[in-house]
């Protein structure tokens, strides 16, 4: 009878983990792998899915995701949610790992698998929208000023765009070859680099051909090209779809200038654009559902 008793406990107490494991990944999904790990979001549809719009909302902050940092994302996710949009909480990878490059490729995958399986999603292809902020921000905007090229995969997911129809950040790093005053390599400051932990994001690699392994580039003009490469305000063109961008005019760690760039290079490309300047506010504040909102109004206007 004990054994008995045991044995309905220990089946009891399996049951139960299983599903508290179950009910904390139900709608997590797998959008992609990396080197043998997955890449993984959180799907969430609204009650009444009318719209059939998408929003990409990327867990983001000085170039590091993770699955811990979910619960704030989640919160400001409901302003879209309750408007009838299905939000996809997106995971990257994080440096000092992975740098940025690798970052934004990720951002891509993911908004593929979203536009492959918008049937699966009940959602429409050609109405995707972007948000996040700081590091977070960044991605959004290199997700969308790409230049979307097909990828050369067996994976049908890579076949798919990765474009995206507007975009909302906040306090986005936008030109790393002018940061903050013009002519300013954002990466020549050793000690800010140091202080702020992003040694990682600025570590450009490339596979040895002599040992297979990677390594990092050191050559300068390769660097800075590359730095370039990952400022979307040299990214921008005619096909940029509309952006709205929130920074605080006492932003220590991302200047306003930044924004301010960003804002320029997308009027001289003749795309729409917004910029609101939070008076006061610097490198984030209390209750930023409160703009959140008005990003959902600018998808509003521009996922029709």
Same mark, same amino acid.
């Given at each position: 009878?004990?054994?008995?008793?045991?044995?309905?406990?220990?089946?009891?107490?399996?049951?139960?983990?299983?599903?508290?494991?179950?009910?904390?990944?139900?709608?997590?999904?797998?959008?992609?792998?990396?080197?043998?790990?997955?890449?993984?979001?959180?799907?969430?549809?609204?009650?009444?899915? %009318?719209?059939?719009?998408?929003?990409?909302?990327?867990?983001?902050?000085?170039?590091?995701?993770?699955?811990?940092?979910?619960?704030?994302?989640?919160?400001?996710?409901?302003?879209?949610?309750?408007?009838?949009?299905?939000?996809?909480?997106?995971?990257?990878?994080?440096?000092?790992?992975?740098?940025?490059?690798?970052?934004?490729?990720?951002?891509?995958?993911?908004?593929?698998?979203?536009?492959?399986?918008?049937?699966?999603?009940?959602?429409?292809?050609?109405?995707?929208?972007?948000?996040?902020?700081?590091?977070?921000?960044?991605?959004?905007?290199?997700?969308?000023?790409?230049?979307?090229?097909?990828?050369?995969?067996?994976?049908?997911?890579?076949?798919?765009?990765?474009?995206?129809?507007?975009?909302?950040?906040?306090?986005?790093?936008? %030109?790393?070859?002018?940061?903050?005053?013009?002519?300013?390599?954002?990466?020549?400051?050793?000690?800010?680099?140091?202080?702020?932990?992003?040694?990682?994001?600025?570590?450009?690699?490339?596979?040895?051909?002599?040992?297979?392994?990677?390594?990092?580039?050191?050559?300068?003009?390769?660097?800075?090209?590359?730095?370039?490469?990952?400022?979307?305000?040299?990214?921008?063109?005619?096909?940029?779809?509309?952006?709205?961008?929130?920074?605080?005019?006492?932003?220590?760690?991302?200047?306003?200038?930044?924004?301010?760039?960003?804002?320029?290079?997308?009027?001289?490309?003749?795309?729409?654009?917004?910029?609101?300047?939070?008076?006061?506010?610097?490198?984030?504040?209390?209750?930023?559902?409160?703009?959140?909102?008005?990003?959902?109004?600018?998808?509003?206007?521009?996922?029709?």
């Amino acid at each position: 009878m004990y054994r008995f008793f045991l044995s309905v406990l220990f089946i009891l107490f399996f049951v139960q983990s299983n599903a508290q494991d179950s009910s904390l990944s139900l709608n997590e999904v797998i959008y992609g792998r990396k080197d043998g790990m997955a890449l993984t979001m959180i799907a969430e549809r609204p009650t009444v899915n %009318d719209k059939r719009r998408a929003v990409i909302n990327l867990v983001n902050g000085n170039w590091v995701s993770g699955y811990s940092k979910r619960a704030g994302y989640l919160k400001r996710a409901k302003s879209f949610i309750s408007r009838g949009y299905t939000v996809f909480t997106v995971f990257t990878s994080s440096q000092p790992r992975y740098n940025i490059v690798d970052e934004v490729k990720d951002v891509q995958r993911a908004i593929r698998y979203v536009r492959y399986h918008a049937a699966d999603f009940n959602i429409d292809p050609d109405r995707i929208g972007i948000t996040g902020s700081s590091s977070g921000g960044h991605l959004a905007l290199m997700a969308a000023t790409a230049r979307d090229t097909a990828i050369r995969s067996f994976d049908p997911v890579d076949s798919v765009s990765s474009e995206v129809q507007a975009a909302g950040v906040f306090f986005p790093p936008t %030109d790393f070859l002018n940061y903050g005053r013009m002519g300013y390599d954002a990466r020549a400051n050793d000690m800010f680099i140091s202080f702020a932990r992003l040694g990682g994001a600025f570590d450009f690699k490339e596979i040895s051909p002599i040992n297979g392994m990677y390594v990092s580039i050191t050559d300068t003009a390769t660097r800075r090209i590359m730095a370039g490469e990952i400022s979307p305000v040299y990214r921008v063109g005619s096909n940029t779809p509309p952006v709205i961008i929130f920074h605080g005019d006492a932003d220590k760690l991302v200047p306003l200038q930044q924004s301010e760039l960003m804002i320029d290079a997308l009027n001289k490309a003749g795309v729409k654009n917004k910029l609101v300047i939070e008076k006061g506010r610097g490198h984030g504040w209390p209750q930023m559902e409160v703009e959140e909102n008005q990003i959902a109004d600018w998808f509003d206007q521009y996922l029709k």
